[in-house]
Nanobody, 116 residues
Framework: VQLVESGGGLVQAGGSLRLSCAASGSTFSINVLGWYRRTPGKQRELVAEITTSGGSTAYAASVKGRFTISRDLAKNTMYLQMNSLKPEDTAVYYC??????????WGQGTQVTVSS
């Protein structure tokens, strides 16, 4: 499975960005898709995830109500709509795909910078 993120960039606080993650390869084996982020000196943290079958979602408390994760199975693409961005949302965002046997695949990451 190969994952390619896009949509990162620089935005002012209060603004919005939409990240995309295009998947290719053996995508039929993927059960869960997710977005993670990492800032310097911190561990990578889960931002949001969504199941490929039923579309169930889960969010980190810090982004709940501001971010929305979605997927388009026909396009093999996952999205993260980020609204009301805060400077503390600044991070490298990574796309993740998890297979039925808990094998993880990662994208290369995309930088999101929120200025105050």
């Amino acid at each position: 499975v190969q994952l390619v993120e896009s949509g990162g960039g620089l935005v002012q606080a209060g603004g919005s960005l939409r990240l995309s993650c295009a998947a290719s390869g053996s995508t039929f084996s993927i059960n869960v898709l997710g977005w993670y982020r990492r800032t310097p000196g911190k561990q990578r943290e889960l931002v949001a995830e969504i199941t490929t079958s039923g579309g169930s979602t889960a969010y980190a408390a810090s982004v709940k109500g501001r971010f929305t994760i979605s997927r388009d199975l026909a396009k093999n693409t996952m999205y993260l709509q980020m609204n009301s961005l805060k400077p503390e949302d600044t991070a490298v965002y990574y796309c993740n795909a998890r297979r039925w046997n808990n094998v993880d695949y990662w994208g290369q990451g995309t930088q999101v910078t929120v200025s105050s």
